[in-house]
Every structure is written in C-alpha cells, then in structure tokens.
C-alpha cells in the first residue's frame, strides 16, 4: 500500500501498524469487527464535528450540523468526479 500524504520515513512504521491491525482483524468475529468500525466512524465524526467548531466557533449546533453536511457532501462529489479517492482503492 502506497502512503502517498505522508514523510516517507513513516512509511514503514505505517506498514507495520497496518500488518497489525490485519492481522487482529482476521483474528476478531464479524461482529467485533462491526462494531470497531463504528467506534471508527464515530470518531470520525467527533473530529470532523470539533474542525466546524474550531473554524466556526459562534455556529449554533443546527448551522454546525449543516456545514459538516455540505463538507461530507463537497467529499462525496470529488469522489464520484474521481478527483480524490479513498487510499486502499
């Protein structure tokens, strides 16, 4: 896997990290792993939520919802248009 947004003096650690996290995927149940991956997504979502309260920090939570809805939305369009694609595709 090509790590092309980071130092390239990290590219090893970064293999090593993933073996790992491969190698306890394949050791989990389905449903662990479900639920490690919402626990992921959920914590994408904080941080995402806290970059809209950092550069909006007078925004109501109804006007900070909308801007993480039209980020998510402009990140959903680049990647149909191809112009960014998810690392690992």
């Known amino acids: 896997m090509k790590f092309s947004q980071s130092p390239i003096e990290l590219h090893p650690l970064m293999d090593v990290i993933r073996r790992d996290r491969v190698i306890k995927a394949r050791r989990q149940t389905p449903e662990e792993r479900f ?10 979502f904080e941080v995402m939520a806290s970059s809209v309260k950092d550069s909006y920090p007078d925004a109501d939570a109804q006007t900070a919802t909308g801007i993480l809805r039209k980020r998510l939305k402009r990140l959903r369009t680049r990647e149909d248009q ?6 690992g595709r």
């Open 35 to 44: 639920a490690e991956a919402m626990e992921m997504t959920d914590f994408a």
């Open 82 to 87: 191809g112009i960014f694609v998810p690392v």
